[in-house]
């Protein structure tokens, strides 16, 4: 063992020394997943987050972070390694490089597994659902086609003092040179960006690249928060939903390349949308789910889009100008909602919040329009964990539960959950 390296013989065992040191280096046996691409394990009574483990490990860890109650840690030497556990085919994948992939030392099956019992652990400790009552914590995550590497469609390199693009460490703005990023989507990868390809960047904090599903291949250079358009077109098109979309290389459209397929085929099949139906897309970005309900809807139906960043607004009313039976309003939701931008009845939502989640207020009002069902859309499981319990404090159920693995190698997964009003 190295010297200055503390060994516990059981996950939890007191040895009465004092709390764990930046940098310290500890032997620790590695328990469950837990959310943000960690491990638990504890130490003298300590929590300690473990990255680049699985469970059931024996690890030595290095402490990089120390908090009141918990620390963060790198597994920086594998002692008895898990049977999911393989070599990760990225060489920045590893302790203090690269920050972007957080499960590429685990095999690809098993990352689905990782991701679901993530999910199903915040559903429990943050949604208060009870695990033998409720049919949708027996959730799945799916893998989409393509497999996991090569990817990525959007990819933002950030540009170092020395003009290199590189990606960020984990949980720092440090930039790490990279020659290639394997998650990238393959014209992403053969874009002159990187010091590989000889790219410089004097005058750039940053470097971002679309390569869009309608063929488009834009580079674009961020300094003090203005952008300068390198190559390519500065609106690129997607195709989605039976349709095309053309919106700003800047925009927000999902970054794998099946996604929003993926995406608004849950949602059509959970809310199952009936001709003539008032519908409600919040949080709508450029219109994909309004498009989609706009076609079950009918020319009798009803779809209200509502959606706050002022390019997103333009992309939703320029690519659904032809369905007449779409409005799209320009507010924030919860200020749509309280001051009664949109009022019901309204028979089905799509809510498709941020990371940060829709929030109870925003809950309480959707309850209050009494809709017969609402499709959430959601990234981070603890914020839909949060916004489920508001939903069931207030007498309606999680019904049905679909998780889709949108970002392979990534801590990251997507759910689509299915909320009804009490039987």
């Given at each position: 063992?190295?010297?200055?390296?503390?060994?516990?013989?059981?996950?939890?065992?007191?040895?009465?020394?004092g709390g764990l040191t930046e940098a310290e280096r500890v032997e620790l046996t590695v328990a469950a997943v837990a959310p943000g691409g960690h491990c638990v394990a504890r130490v003298d009574g300590q929590v300690v987050f473990v990255r680049h483990a699985l469970p059931g490990e024996r690890v030595v860890a290095e402490v990089t972070e120390v908090h009141r109650g918990f620390?963060?840690?790198?597994?920086?030497?594998?002692?008895?390694?898990?049977?999911?556990?393989?070599?990760?085919?990225?060489?920045?994948?590893?302790?203090?490089?690269?920050?972007?992939?957080?499960?590429?030392?685990?095999?690809?099956?098993?990352?689905?597994?990782?991701?679901?019992?993530?999910?199903?652990?915040?559903?429990?400790?943050?949604?208060?659902?009870?695990?033998?009552?409720?049919?949708?914590?027996?959730?799945?995550?799916?893998?989409?086609?393509?497999?996991?590497?090569?990817?990525?469609?959007?990819?933002?390199?950030?540009?170092?003092?020395?003009?290199?693009?590189?990606?960020?460490?984990?949980?720092?703005?440090?930039?790490?040179?990279?020659?290639?990023?394997?998650?990238?989507?393959?014209?992403?990868?053969?874009?002159?960006?990187?010091?590989?390809?000889?790219?410089?960047?004097?005058?750039?904090?940053?470097?971002?690249?679309?390569?869009?599903?309608?063929?488009?291949?834009?580079?674009?250079?961020?300094?003090?928060?203005?952008?300068?358009?390198?190559?390519?077109?500065?609106?690129?098109?997607?195709?989605?939903?039976?349709?095309?979309?053309?919106?700003?290389?800047?925009?927000?459209?999902?970054?794998?390349?099946?996604?929003?397929?993926?995406?608004?085929?849950?949602?059509?099949?959970?809310?199952?949308?009936?001709?003539?139906?008032?519908?409600?897309?919040?949080?709508?970005?450029?219109?994909?789910?309004?498009?989609?309900?706009?076609?079950?809807?009918?020319?009798?139906?009803?779809?209200?889009?509502?959606?706050?960043?002022?390019?997103?607004?333009?992309?939703?009313?320029?690519?659904?100008?032809?369905?007449?039976?779409?409005?799209?309003?320009?507010?924030?939701?919860?200020?749509?909602?309280?001051?009664?931008?949109?009022?019901?009845?309204?028979?089905?939502?799509?809510?498709?919040?941020?990371?940060?989640?829709?929030?109870?207020?925003?809950?309480?009002?959707?309850?209050?329009?009494?809709?017969?069902?609402?499709?959430?859309?959601?990234?981070?499981?603890?914020?839909?964990?949060?916004?489920?319990?508001?939903?069931?404090?207030?007498?309606?159920?999680?019904?049905?539960?679909?998780?889709?693995?949108?970002?392979?190698?990534?801590?990251?997964?997507?759910?689509?959950?299915?909320?009804?009003?009490?039987?």
């Amino acid at each position: 063992m190295n010297q200055g390296t503390r060994q516990l013989d059981t996950p939890g065992a007191e040895t009465g020394r004092g709390g764990l040191t930046e940098a310290e280096r500890v032997e620790l046996t590695v328990a469950a997943v837990a959310p943000g691409g960690h491990c638990v394990a504890r130490v003298d009574g300590q929590v300690v987050f473990v990255r680049h483990a699985l469970p059931g490990e024996r690890v030595v860890a290095e402490v990089t972070e120390v908090h009141r109650g918990f620390v963060r840690a790198d597994a920086v030497r594998v002692l008895a390694a898990a049977p999911d556990r393989v070599t990760p085919p990225c060489p920045y994948a590893q302790p203090g490089r690269c920050g972007g992939c957080d499960l590429q030392h685990v095999a690809p099956d098993a990352q689905l597994r990782w991701k679901a019992d993530v999910v199903r652990e915040q559903l429990i400790r943050l949604g208060g659902l009870d695990e033998a009552g409720c049919d949708a914590l027996d959730v799945r995550v799916e893998a989409l086609p393509g497999g996991p590497l090569g990817w990525r469609s959007r990819v933002r390199y950030s540009v170092d003092a020395a003009g290199r693009a590189g990606l960020l460490k984990h949980r720092s703005h440090e930039v790490v040179p990279v020659d290639r990023c394997l998650i990238a989507h393959p014209a992403v990868q053969e874009l002159p960006v990187l010091t590989s390809t000889g790219a410089h960047w004097p005058d750039a904090d940053a470097v971002e690249t679309v390569a869009s599903t309608g063929g488009d291949v834009t580079v674009t250079a961020v300094a003090a928060g203005d952008t300068r358009l390198v190559s390519g077109p500065d609106r690129v098109r997607e195709r989605a939903a039976g349709r095309e979309w053309t919106l700003p290389a800047a925009s927000f459209w999902q970054v794998h390349p099946a996604a929003a397929d993926t995406l608004v085929g849950a949602v059509l099949e959970l809310v199952g949308p009936r001709p003539g139906e008032r519908t409600w897309d919040l949080y709508g970005g450029a219109g994909l789910f309004a498009a989609a309900l706009a076609e079950r809807v009918g020319t009798t139906g009803r779809v209200t889009l509502v959606e706050a960043a002022d390019d997103s607004v333009a992309a939703a009313r320029q690519n659904l100008a032809d369905l007449r039976q779409v409005e799209v309003v320009a507010a924030r939701v919860q200020t749509a909602l309280s001051r009664r931008r949109i009022t019901g009845p309204v028979d089905v939502v799509v809510l498709d919040p941020p990371r940060s989640g829709a929030g109870a207020r925003v809950v309480r009002d959707l309850v209050a329009a009494a809709p017969r069902a609402v499709a959430y859309v959601a990234c981070d499981p603890a914020a839909f964990a949060r916004d489920v319990r508001v939903f069931t404090d207030l007498g309606w159920r999680l019904a049905a539960l679909r998780g889709y693995d949108l970002f392979p190698m990534t801590q990251h997964v997507e759910l689509v959950g299915l909320l009804l009003p009490a039987r």
